[in-house]
């Protein structure tokens, strides 16, 4: 099936929509893509909305945990929200929950990160 990725920004905050499948085929492409527009634009915060994300491997928690580490470095939060209780599953397996805050939907997490929708 492949990866799907698109890229918005909303005043500080990177939206990152993904579909489909993250497996190490695809994590190399992602991880650059996705550098690229953090340092291209004036970014501090990273949503992630999984809600058409149907698989992830190890390899893709590497991709979404470089970009954690950055984000923090920039003084920002990473927020995951509408996640695929496949990939909900591995995120609570891996423990990223402990650092990575999840919310209901995209709107709602918008908010937290304090721009109106």
């Given at each position: 099936m492949g990866l799907s990725s698109t890229f918005a920004i909303k005043e500080e905050v990177l939206i990152v929509r993904l579909?489909?499948?993250l497996d190490h085929h695809e994590a190399e492409q992602l991880r650059n893509e996705w550098k690229?527009?953090?340092?291209k634009n004036d970014?501090?915060?990273?949503?992630?909305?999984?809600?058409?994300?149907?698989?992830?491997?190890?390899?893709?928690?590497?991709v979404v945990l470089g970009r954690?580490?950055?984000?923090?470095?920039?003084?920002g939060?990473?927020?995951v929200c509408s996640i695929s209780p496949?990939?909900?599953?591995?995120?609570e397996?891996?423990?990223l929950f402990k650092i990575v805050r999840l919310e209901e939907n995209e709107e709602f997490?918008?908010?937290t990160l304090g721009v109106a929708s």
């Amino acid at each position: 099936m492949g990866l799907s990725s698109t890229f918005a920004i909303k005043e500080e905050v990177l939206i990152v929509r993904l579909s489909g499948e993250l497996d190490h085929h695809e994590a190399e492409q992602l991880r650059n893509e996705w550098k690229e527009i953090m340092y291209k634009n004036d970014v501090k915060h990273v949503l992630l909305n999984l809600e058409a994300m149907t698989f992830m491997d190890s390899s893709g928690l590497g991709v979404v945990l470089g970009r954690y580490k950055e984000v923090l470095q920039l003084g920002g939060e990473m927020v995951v929200c509408s996640i695929s209780p496949p990939v909900k599953r591995l995120f609570e397996m891996s423990g990223l929950f402990k650092i990575v805050r999840l919310e209901e939907n995209e709107e709602f997490a918008l908010e937290t990160l304090g721009v109106a929708s």
